[in-house]
């Protein structure tokens, strides 16, 4: 649907240190003029750097994770406020990997996503099941507790993103199936209706995850309620992500 625009979105994790800026400068030439939103969320280091070489050009930058204060005595945590004064637009929360590594619950996303959207950015909230919970037929059980838990009642299609991310399919090449993909996006859609009304659930961008790269990324466009993707590995290097990047030009 064409009022919402598309988003590609990187996210570089914890990759990448000065000089992979070349990567960024290469992919600001390449896309000048682009009719949907390109994001890339750099490791924190890089944040501001990246920021000030995008100011004004054809790349939004973003965090890809918050605390849920602005500020105080939490060592190594980074704000809202903070990533928003260092010039993102946006932040990914609840990603599976934090979800993993740091035992971050829907809770904890809900709260997060409230503080990000109160410092003026845009959220980009991950669900997605694991390998174990598709095999046992649970995958839109899961999704619609997550959605219900992190999404908070706030959330509008201007400042929510859903990025819909198969656990399984994250950094293994292992890619949903388009069905898969389509009956899950569809779900999201109307779960987001259903709850926010239909206004923010339509206006909201769904972005799928896992595993994109050139080669499946036009298909996977083409899928109903996909509105973009967030990628991994593949958005580390401007000769990978480029051609991902032109592959939404097809599908616009
Ligand atoms: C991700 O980390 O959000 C992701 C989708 O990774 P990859 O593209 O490497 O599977």
Do not use: Q
């Given at each position: 649907m064409d009022f919402r625009k598309k988003l590609i979105a990187g996210n570089w994790k914890m990759n990448g240190t000065g000089e992979m800026l070349d990567e960024v400068r290469e992919l600001l030439d390449a896309h000048p003029k682009p009719k949907y939103d390109i994001l890339i969320c750099p490791p924190a280091t890089l944040l501001a750097a990246m920021s000030s070489l995008t100011a004004e050009r054809s790349i939004l930058t973003g965090g890809q994770d918050c605390h849920h204060e602005q500020a105080g005595a939490h060592t190594g945590d980074i704000s809202g406020q903070m990533l928003a004064d260092a010039g993102a637009s946006f932040v990914i929360l609840g990603h599976s990997e934090r979800r993993a590594d740091h035992g971050e619950t829907d809770d904890n996303v809900n709260v997060k996503a409230r503080a990000a959207i109160a410092a003026g950015l845009k959220v980009v909230i991950c669900v997605g099941e694991t390998l174990a919970e598709r095999e046992a037929a649970n995958t839109l059980e899961i999704i619609a507790g997550q959605l219900a838990g992190s999404v908070p009642d706030l959330a509008t299609g201007a400042n929510l993103v859903v990025a819909y991310e198969p656990v399984w399919a994250i950094g293994t090449g292992k890619v949903a199936t388009l069905e898969q993909i389509g009956e899950v996006h569809d779900f999201i859609r109307m779960q987001l209706e259903k709850r926010l009304g239909a206004g923010v659930g339509r206006s909201t961008r769904l972005l799928y995850g896992g595993s994109v790269k050139?080669?499946?990324?036009?298909?996977?466009?083409?899928?109903?309620?996909?509105?973009?993707?967030?990628?991994?590995?593949?958005?580390?290097?401007?000769?990978?992500?480029?051609?991902?990047?032109?592959?939404?030009?097809?599908?616009?």
């Open positions: 050139a080669g499946n990324a036009a298909e996977i466009f083409g899928v109903s309620n996909v509105d973009g993707a967030l990628v991994g590995g593949a958005s580390l290097k401007a000769a990978d992500f480029s051609p991902i990047i032109n592959a939404l030009d097809a599908a616009s």
